[in-house]
Nanobody
Framework: QLQLVESGGGLVQPGGFLRLSCAAS????????IAWFRQAPGKEREGLSC??????????YYSDSVEGRFTVSRDNGKNTVYLHMSGLKPEDTAVYYC?????????????????WGQGTQVTVSS
């Protein structure tokens, strides 16, 4: 059973940088496509980024809202996927989740993912 644990959230000033981690235990994470979502109060869960599994060459995808500011990467030795976030804005404030599935068809639809982490809070404020 795949278990995901996010970390790295916190309070950051506008324009700042954070790196979120999504770590797994028990199962090689590179077998899975990993996506990052976020959910702000009163809003729907939003897909941000996805990295495909290693068999499909770790292709990276980004939503328009984060393209050019966020970068997703893997470290297979640490069984971890990262979301590097720069140029943070107050509207990036949300709970951030990582999710995994072997072969999601619609990569930014939450119902395409089987495994989820518990979420980590990101607050962008001066």
């Amino acid at each position: 059973q795949l278990q995901l644990v996010e970390s790295g959230g916190g309070l950051v000033q506008p324009g700042g940088f954070l790196r979120l981690s999504c770590a797994a235990s028990g199962v090689p994470l590179d077998l899975y496509a990993i996506a990052w979502f976020r959910q702000a109060p009163g809003k729907e869960r939003e897909g941000l980024s996805c990295i495909s599994n290693s068999a499909t060459n770790n292709r990276r995808y980004y939503s328009d809202s984060v393209e050019g500011r966020f970068t997703v990467s893997r470290d297979n030795g640490k069984n971890t996927v990262y979301l590097h976030m720069s140029g943070l804005k107050p509207e990036d404030t949300a709970v951030y989740y990582c999710a995994a599935d072997l072969d999601p068809v619609y990569i930014f639809r939450p119902d395409n993912y089987t495994f989820w982490g518990q979420g980590t809070q990101v607050t962008v404020s001066s």
